[in-house]
């Protein structure tokens, strides 16, 4: 709830996710606190960015001259102001900006930080919080701004202590103006020296000027007074780094131009910088980061590579410069063909940014592709941080499957590391025909399946997918190299065809003979009715007396789950119930089948099989008081 007053504004609470945030900032030290500097100088570029783009298209918003980001040190008062003339922010726009976290995917923020201050510091700028890193220098911070085209302008306040004010302001020009008073142990940054280092580490390749107005003494004649006065002088290079050759171009360099372009506190697992000319001219700086960026699983999948037409900023939101399967890349695209006022609406289907995205796409997989070969380590890091969407590719790019399946890179039951579709085919047994795999959420569980046991003693390899993505390209790719993809979770086995690894005679084991074996199977079907869509016995099955699997032609269980909790699909399909002849309770059963009376005898017991087969798949039970029931009795005759 806001509360209004009519001379101090309307005050308003954080959201519950900065409060915690902002005492964190406000209670704690960071030996790296510079970084808030950082963070403002970039917005304050972000905010001129914008303004420049919205400008194409009316001339009017344009009424502060050139575009400038001016910090002032006032050491008397303790102040260090922060000022850029861009697109500014309204009423509504503080709020949205400065009060709640907004970006999506944020809902758990605060559990993720650990204490450590370096790990942090880096979540901050991953969830695009970064302002509020002026609360560990500040302990009362003003921003005062006025949106481009408004005549209005807005001031919020806060000391970052639960609360802050949002009131009416006077300003005379669009942009925005942030006033931290610092803490004692902070004055630092109101040193020239010190904030002449702070930028040029940080904020040099911005470019916008940087101008820095700090006092300067004299010292007077004999008799006189010393001189103070205002000095101003830009700072930063403000040359667009992406314009440099690329040998011109530092790691350093490299590293903070990623961090600001992509808000993150992270470096760069690697980095494509290059030039096209010809047909087409344009510029590349892209990165691949080393974290997962927060909104990577957002549904919106939105490309996050900010694209220049002649150095002029259009977008950061285009979904035509990179497909979206590799909207984990961050960095510029700056192209010489575009017109300058192109609209947002004008990029879909433009053809010359379409030649281009097909041009860089082209290339980003053709880098990754010689790295999967050259650099097996690097290339495991990154598909293991972005692989999971990297593989929306084989489902939605026809034109690029082929090349996307074979770099993809897979758990398996072969390892702990990560290994290709060719790499597994040259392993595959003698009889082995197919690429067998299981499918689900937690690749943990998916190693303690029952159906992996008899793939495990006869040592064939089966693939653990466990990104959600698995069971749709599979939809769409059901082959590779000739070999058929096949789920151990449906259908038959085909074990009996493999050439086992084991020297044991498999023939000589204890099984329910064939007979008895027919006769428990027609009490279980008797007993389970539609429950189950048939019983049948496997060799799928070692040390588990039974488990449940969908027929050849069903759909995949673990597929069926997915749809199912996105509300597309009402009814489950019946699963067949397999069971295993060697297994010692299996075998009690087939005994007690065989007796008068059986049917009654061992309804509680097939229905139990039946929930302990539901139960290892991780569905729930139809009926979890029945079942407690049934298993309640087994217990106290089996203690009789």
């Not at 379409?354 to 290339?379: C, W």
């Not at 019983?535 to 039974?546: C, E, I, Q, S």
Request: glycine share 6%.
């Amino acid at each position: 709830m806001a509360d209004q007053d009519l001379n101090n504004g309307e005050k308003l609470g954080f959201e519950a996710e900065v409060s915690r945030l902002l005492h964190m900032m406000v209670h704690s030290v960071y030996s790296d606190r510079e970084i808030f500097l950082r963070e403002l100088i970039s917005n304050a570029s972000d905010a001129c960015d914008k303004l420049r783009y919205e400008a194409q298209s009316d001339a009017a918003l344009m009424s502060g001259g050139d575009f400038s980001i001016d910090l002032t040190a006032d050491k008397n008062e303790k102040r260090l102001i922060i000022a850029d003339n861009g697109i500014g922010m309204n009423r509504d726009d503080l709020i949205a900006n400065l009060g709640t976290i907004a970006r999506s995917g944020t809902a758990g923020f605060m559990d993720k930080l650990t204490g450590d201050s370096k790990q942090d510091v880096q979540l901050i700028g991953q969830f695009g919080v970064g302002f509020y890193s002026v609360f560990m220098v500040a302990d009362h911070v003003t921003v005062t701004s006025r949106k481009a085209g408004d005549t209005a302008a807005w001031t919020w306040e806060s000391t970052g202590e639960g609360s802050y004010t949002v009131k009416e302001a006077e300003k005379t020009e669009a942009g925005t103006e942030i006033t931290l008073t610092l803490k004692e142990d902070a004055v630092e940054f109101l040193d020239k020296y010190r904030l002449n280092q702070v930028i040029k580490t940080y904020s040099d390749h911005i470019a916008i000027p940087i101008n820095l107005t700090t006092e300067e003494t004299t010292p007077g004649a004999e008799g006189e007074d010393d001189k103070v006065e205002l000095v101003t002088e830009t700072v930063n290079e403000g040359q667009a780094i992406w314009t440099r050759s690329k040998g011109d171009v530092t790691d350093e360099q490299h590293e903070e131009f990623y961090r600001h372009v992509s808000h993150a506190f992270d470096s760069p697992a690697h980095t494509m910088h290059y030039r096209v000319e010809g047909m087409q001219a344009y510029s590349v700086l892209m990165y691949i980061p080393t974290n997962q960026p927060q909104d990577l699983f957002d549904p919106a999948r939105k490309n996050r590579v900010k694209l220049y037409v002649k150095r002029v900023y259009i977008t950061d939101d285009s979904q035509d410069i990179l497909p979206s399967y590799l909207r984990f890349m961050r960095g510029v695209v700056d192209s010489e063909d575009l017109p300058l006022n192109v609209s947002r609406e004008m990029l879909q289907n433009n053809p010359t940014l379409k030649r281009m995205s097909g041009a860089i796409t082209k290339k980003v997989l053709g880098e990754l592709d010689k790295m999967s070969e050259k650099d097996a380590e690097k290339f495991e890091t990154i598909w293991s941080a972005f692989g999971a969407v990297i593989k929306e590719g084989i489902y939605e790019d026809f034109e690029r499957r082929d090349q996307i399946i074979k770099m993809a890179r897979f758990k398996s039951t072969h390892s702990e590391s990560l290994t290709s579709l060719d790499a597994y085919i040259d392993r595959m047994k003698e009889g082995q025909e197919s690429l067998y795999y299981i499918s689900g959420a937690d690749v943990n569980a998916l190693k303690k399946s029952p159906q992996l046991e008899g793939f495990k003693k006869k040592g064939v390899e089966v693939l653990l997918l466990e990104d959600a993505v698995d069971d749709f390209w599979l939809q769409m790719m059901p082959q590779y190299e000739g070999k058929t993809f096949k789920s151990i979770t449906k259908g038959g086995s085909d074990l009996a065809d493999i050439k086992s690894d084991s020297t044991d005679d498999e023939t000589s084991e204890d099984k329910v003979p064939e007979g008895d074996l027919t006769t428990l199977i027609t009490c279980i079907k008797e007993v389970l009715g539609d429950k189950v869509g048939d019983v049948k016995t496997t060799d799928r099955l070692v040390g588990t007396a039974a488990c449940l699997v969908a027929d050849e032609n069903a759909m995949d269980m673990h597929m069926e789950r997915l749809l199912k909790a996105h509300n597309q699909l009402e009814d489950s399909q019946k699963k067949n119930l397999e069971i295993n002849p060697s297994h010692d309770l299996i075998k009690k059963l087939a005994d007690k089948a065989k007796e008068s009376g059986a049917l009654e005898t061992l309804a509680d017991p097939i229905l139990l099989l039946l929930d302990q087969a539901t139960i290892l798949e991780g569905d729930p039970l139809d009926d979890p008081s029945a079942f407690a029931k049934r298993l309640s009795t087994s217990m106290a005759n089996g203690l009789v």
